[in-house]
């Protein structure tokens, strides 16, 4: 998926004001992903992505953080400087794009690194 197709999807799913809000948005929820899955991991995906994207998930990280839901959102809050409602909203316009723009396997990939509660956040049901 092109850069633009991408951040189009998401300003339409977040119903953000602009691509520019879009793409700051997917750079935060991308980032917090990344400190939640191994590199190699972060690294598979952000080959998927066009750049900027991949940038956010390509970050030096040590091993992968072991944190829930809850610290999730609260971090890509911290990020956009929204509330953790909002940032529930906010993964959910990234995450359910990324299920188009990357094949199949590698969300099911990704989804093994993740709480189940992290799903629905994807567009997907929990099934562990």
């Known amino acids: 998926m092109r850069l633009d197709e991408f951040l189009t999807s998401v300003r339409d799913r977040g119903e953000y004001h602009s691509e520019d809000e ?3 948005v997917s750079a935060a929820v991308l980032w917090a992903v990344a400190s939640r899955v191994g590199p190699e991991e972060a690294a598979d995906l952000a080959s998927e992505l066009p750049a900027p994207l991949d940038d956010a998930l ?3 990280r040590g091993r992968p953080e072991s ?3 809850e610290e999730f959102l609260r971090r890509v809050a911290q990020q956009t400087g929204a509330r953790p409602r909002t940032a529930e909203w906010d993964a959910s316009a990234v995450l359910s794009t990324l299920t188009e723009a990357v094949p199949g396997e590698r969300i099911d990939r ?3 690194w993740l709480p189940v509660d992290f799903a ?3 567009g ?3 099934q562990r």
């Open 110 to 112: 990704l989804l093994t």
């Open 58 to 60: 390509r970050l030096e």
């Open 67 to 69: 944190f829930g839901r």
């Open 120 to 122: 629905d956040l994807f």
């Open 124 to 126: 997907r049901t929990a």
């Open 22 to 24: 879009a793409e700051q």
